[in-house]
């Protein structure tokens, strides 16, 4: 009987399994536009290019390069760098609407079913109420408590 669970046999799987994920991973993800930005390292993303000090010297070089609106990766998830008042006016100004939210927690919202903790609630029409809700259980607070 051969023994399929053998060493090369187990990491050559896991090699194809890997590439095949890192190989669909990075052509779906560029079904999005996304805005330009540094070229993002396998995995860690633009951890490495990431300014740890100095950042708005760093943003600002980028700005020169790659536009107003910069895209970096980091491990994953994306981050928009704006390096112009016109770009975060059209951005956050005047589409806000579609940019302010939380971002989704998949381990304490969904797996846990906490989807309807105030913190974790993505904002829209069932977030309103519970706002009310919670300031109404609050009790009203005096001038002088602030004193």
Same mark, same amino acid.
């Given at each position: /009987?051969?023994?399929?669970?053998?060493?090369?046999?187990?990491?050559?799987?896991?090699?194809? *399994?890997? @590439?095949?994920?890192?190989?669909?991973?990075?052509?779906? @993800?560029?079904?999005?536009?996304?805005?330009?930005?540094?070229?993002?390292?396998?995995?860690?993303?633009?951890?490495?290019?990431?300014?740890?000090?100095?950042?708005?010297?760093?943003?600002?070089?980028?700005?020169?390069?790659?536009?107003? *609106?910069?895209?970096? %990766?980091?491990?994953?998830?994306? *981050?928009?760098?704006?390096?112009?008042?016109?770009? !975060?006016?059209?951005?956050?100004?005047?589409?806000?609407?579609?940019?302010?939210?939380?971002?989704? %927690?998949?381990?304490?919202?969904?797996?846990?079913? /906490?989807?309807? !903790?105030?913190?974790?609630?993505?904002?829209?029409?069932?977030?309103?109420?519970?706002?009310?809700?919670?300031?109404?259980? %609050?009790?009203? %607070?005096?001038?002088?408590?602030?004193?």
């Amino acid at each position: /009987m051969a023994n399929y669970l053998s060493l090369p046999y187990t990491v050559t799987g896991s090699l194809v *399994v890997f @590439s095949a994920y890192y190989i669909w991973r990075s052509y779906s @993800s560029r079904r999005y536009k996304l805005p330009p930005g540094p070229r993002p390292d396998p995995i860690i993303g633009n951890l490495r290019q990431f300014p740890k000090g100095n950042q708005p010297e760093v943003f600002s070089e980028w700005g020169k390069e790659f536009g107003d *609106v910069v895209y970096v %990766q980091i491990f994953g998830r994306g *981050v928009l760098v704006l390096n112009s008042i016109r770009a !975060v006016n059209d951005l956050l100004e005047k589409r806000g609407s579609i940019y302010s939210d939380r971002p989704r %927690q998949v381990a304490f919202g969904e797996l846990l079913g /906490m989807e309807k !903790v105030l913190s974790l609630m993505p904002y829209g029409e069932p977030f309103v109420p519970s706002t009310y809700d919670t300031r109404s259980a %609050q009790p009203p %607070q005096r001038a002088s408590d602030k004193a």
